[in-house]
């Protein structure tokens, strides 16, 4: 019961959404370049951080040679190179020559998405594979200095706390590029945080937690980004739309004084958005050019 009263305030909620249209006091212009410099922003600020940290990373790669610093590091190198990609997603939606793509490049974002995914996916694989060979080999890492550790210490840490504030910046965007960018951020918390434990656990306790730490965040790697694909892939296919969309847009269109009775509802993936049939029936008498209006 409580949950048939919950779905029945969201809906409420989605309809009142409908009535507030055309009432805002900023048009959607205005609204819609303020989002768009936020975008760009956020995006901006994550690239230049990505490249800063991963000199950093580098450095404490080379001090500590652990293999799940190492793959910590590694992950940073895709951070720019897929950061890169969205970027150049980005740019390439923003800038549509109508006549070569009269539709827009609504499928570039996703497209740019399940691509940044999948270069995350084979870092993964890739680390697994080194970590499960030197596992194999059962050749155990020098052991750090004290200076070493103080190193790697103050940069995993200052990283971590970095990539923990982008995250809590980025994630509240309706951008998915920008989302995505939230996800990478994230992903780099959990990493530089198993990183750094398996590397000090590994040099003062037993050595192969380090090739263990590596194998663990390979497997979540995979695991991450492979949902990533499939996720944003369901936007190139055409899937329908929910049917809590479908009927605030039904309600959107029987507002509409001339529309006598609503046939066919139908909404489906479009890139990012949706693409939306409706088929009405208007009134007998009413004058063709109108009803093209409409």
Not at 45 to 70: C, D, Q, R
Not at 180 to 187: C, E, N
Request: with cysteine.
């Amino acid at each position: 019961e409580k949950e048939y009263y919950k779905t029945q305030f969201e809906t409420l909620k989605s309809f009142e959404e409908v009535d507030a249209i055309g009432h805002s006091e900023t048009s959607d212009d205005e609204y819609e370049d303020e989002e768009r410099i936020q975008h760009e922003r956020a995006m901006k600020i994550s690239n230049y951080a990505n490249i800063v940290l991963l000199a950093f990373k580098l450095y404490a790669t080379i001090k500590s040679g652990s293999i799940a610093i190492a793959a910590s590091t590694l992950d940073s190198l895709l951070d720019l190179m897929a950061g890169g990609i969205l970027w150049f997603t980005h740019l390439s939606m923003k800038n549509t020559n109508i006549y070569k793509y009269p539709i827009g490049k609504l499928r570039i974002q996703p497209v740019g998405i399940v691509i940044f995914a999948a270069v995350m996916a084979t870092l993964g694989f890739q680390v697994f594979i080194q970590a499960v060979e030197q596992l194999i080999a059962n050749e155990p890492t020098e052991k750090m200095s004290a200076d070493k550790l103080m190193w790697l210490y103050t940069i995993m840490l200052s990283a971590t706390f970095v990539k923990l504030a982008l995250w809590i910046y980025c994630k509240s965007s309706t951008n998915k590029i920008v989302r995505a960018y939230a996800k990478d951020h994230y992903f780099d918390v959990v990493t530089n945080v198993v990183g750094l434990l398996a590397a000090v656990l590994g040099d003062k306790f037993y050595w192969w937690l380090d090739p263990a730490g590596a194998i663990a965040l390979a497997i979540y790697t995979i695991t991450n980004w492979s949902g990533t694909v499939i996720e944003n892939a369901v936007s190139l296919v055409g899937q329908s739309a929910p049917p809590e969309f479908l009927q605030k847009l039904t309600y959107l269109v029987i507002r509409h004084p001339r529309v006598k009775r609503v046939d066919t509802v139908r909404a489906y993936t479009f890139g990012v958005l949706y693409f939306v049939e409706v088929d009405i029936e208007l009134p007998e008498d009413l004058p063709l050019k109108e009803a093209h209006t409409i």
